[in-house]
């Protein structure tokens, strides 16, 4: 499957979003949402768990429509749990991890669990985790509770093929622990008979990969470790594979999720039939959202900086991505002159691009773009992922509005513009 270019089909819609709910405004196509989702499901078919990972976009109206798509939901903090099941999600489809789980946080799964709503599972970080949630869960096992399903955090200590602040299996990473560090964690957590009942893996090499190598090699020590393990812990089933799946510009080449699926398919190959997970989990984020998003935005300013210079009211509040680690997005004009823009390729000057920030660094780099006025609108693409959930008031500026862009091209608003603090 490859990627298509929607803007042209949708610019009108996006134009009208603009008219009705204002700028900055971040639409979602439902219909790229869709197709994300089809190809995540051609390439890792059931029975595979396929969980959307919510700190890629967390704005629930997002998040339920993913609910309805078939996805389950990953989340990290109460914060993000809280998100799911206002999203509609019952915990049977909700797997907690992330390295900043606190007492509170572990206390919540404990409960839910006594109340007969446990998650999936819940991912473990450390020895010092696993030692909180033995104590913490010993009473509500007691009380017949039913024994919490965990996974082990593992860091297979490899060099993803990504930026280096993406690259959270390498040997240097906070996340996960060692190999040799996970029998500690299993006998902090009580062991084989403990209150934890120990399911099996989890494993992420990093975000944006470009290519499979890395993670071939972590996912091929983690089968290992899975079948190591899995001789003493009888319920040791599971490899929930993470996430990572590259979104880049139309037409790059870069590997999809089918490639990551076929070297999958001849890892569990070679191995003996009784060494193999039974049960296979995927949880991607910004491969399912990324190419969905659009961040429209008004020009405010048009200066000469030695070449043309155009100042948006979106900047780094709405994505931060561009000024914390030099994240490209291009953008298109949807009006020049304030008349809607048709023309790709002609009339194009290359244009500095700021954002309305009080921060040097509130920047999107250079794109071509037509002659531009103030109050012509732009479009800044593949928007849909870390712009929402990684959103600041800074500057006292209010959070944008969300839209989702249904199949007959109508704008349904998903969230409210934030209210801020405003003299009026």
């Known amino acids: 499957?490859?990627?298509?270019?929607?803007?042209?089909?949708?610019?009108?819609?996006?134009?009208?979003?603009?008219?009705?709910?204002?700028?900055?405004?971040?639409?979602?196509?439902?219909?790229?949402?869709?197709?994300?989702?089809?190809?995540?499901?051609?390439?890792?078919?059931?029975?595979?768990?396929?969980?959307?990972?919510?700190?890629?976009?967390?704005?629930p109206g997002i998040v339920a429509r993913l609910g309805a798509l078939g996805l389950g939901a990953n989340v990290v903090s109460r914060g993000e749990w809280a998100v799911a099941r206002q999203a509609g999600f019952p915990n049977a489809r909700i797997s907690l991890e992330g390295i900043g789980k606190t007492d509170a946080d572990l206390r919540a799964v404990v409960r839910a669990a006594a109340r007969h709503e446990p998650l999936l599972w819940t991912a473990i970080e450390s020895a010092d985790e696993a030692a909180v949630l033995r104590r913490l869960a010993a009473p509500a096992v007691a009380a017949r509770a039913g024994r919490l399903d965990v996974l082990l955090r593992f860091n297979p200590a490899v060099e993803p093929e990504t930026l280096p602040g993406l690259a959270v299996g390498a040997e240097q990473s906070k996340f996960g622990m060692a190999?040799?560090?996970?029998?500690?964690?299993?006998?902090?957590?009580?062991?084989?008979?403990?209150?934890?009942?120990?399911?099996?893996?989890?494993?992420?090499v990093g975000s944006q990969l470009g290519a499979v190598d890395a993670w071939r090699d972590g996912v091929?020590?983690?089968?290992?470790?899975?079948?190591?393990?899995?001789?003493?812990?009888?319920?040791?089933?599971?490899?929930d594979l993470g996430?990572?799946?590259?979104?880049?510009?139309?037409?790059?080449?870069?590997?999809?999720?089918?490639?990551?699926?076929?070297?999958?398919?001849?890892?569990?190959?070679?191995?003996?039939?009784?060494?193999?997970p039974s049960r296979l989990a995927v949880e991607?984020?910004?491969?399912?959202?990324?190419?969905?998003?659009?961040?429209?935005?008004?020009?405010?300013?048009?200066?000469?900086?030695?070449?043309?210079?155009?100042?948006?009211?979106?900047?780094?509040?709405?994505?931060?991505?561009?000024?914390?680690?030099?994240?490209?997005?291009?953008?298109?004009?949807?009006?020049a002159g304030l008349r809607p823009w048709a023309a790709p390729g002609q009339g194009l000057t290359l244009t500095a691009v700021e954002g309305p920030i009080c921060e040097s660094t509130d920047s999107f780099g250079p794109h071509p773009l037509?002659?531009?006025?103030?109050?012509?609108?732009?479009?800044?693409?593949?928007?849909?992922?870390?712009a929402s959930s990684l959103a600041s008031t800074y500057n006292g500026r209010p959070r944008a509005a969300q839209a989702l862009l249904a199949a007959d091209g109508t704008p349904i608003l998903v969230r409210r513009r934030?209210?801020?603090?405003?003299i009026h």
């Open 1 to 59: 499957m490859t990627d298509a270019d929607r803007l042209p089909e949708i610019a009108e819609a996006l134009r009208r979003a603009a008219r009705r709910f204002g700028t900055p405004l971040i639409v979602t196509d439902d219909a790229q949402l869709a197709r994300a989702r089809d190809e995540l499901d051609l390439a890792f078919p059931d029975p595979t768990i396929r969980q959307f990972s919510v700190k890629a976009n967390d704005v």
């Open 370 to 386: 037509p002659a531009l006025v103030r109050g012509d609108l732009v479009v800044v693409r593949d928007a849909g992922a870390y």
């Open 220 to 239: 091929r020590r983690a089968l290992a470790l899975v079948g190591l393990l899995g001789g003493s812990l009888p319920d040791f089933d599971t490899l």
């Open 243 to 276: 996430g990572g799946f590259p979104v880049f510009d139309v037409g790059a080449p870069t590997p999809r999720p089918e490639r990551f699926a076929r070297e999958l398919a001849e890892l569990l190959a070679a191995l003996p039939p009784d060494r193999r």
């Open 418 to 422: 934030g209210s801020g603090t405003t």
């Open 284 to 335: 991607p984020g910004r491969f399912l959202v990324a190419r969905s998003g659009y961040l429209v935005a008004r020009v405010l300013h048009v200066r000469e900086r030695g070449g043309p210079m155009v100042v948006l009211d979106a900047g780094m509040t709405e994505l931060i991505r561009p000024a914390l680690y030099g994240a490209r997005h291009g953008i298109t004009a949807l009006t």
């Open 179 to 204: 190999a040799d560090e996970l029998a500690a964690a299993i006998e902090a957590g009580g062991g084989p008979d403990g209150p934890l009942r120990w399911r099996g893996i989890h494993l992420h």
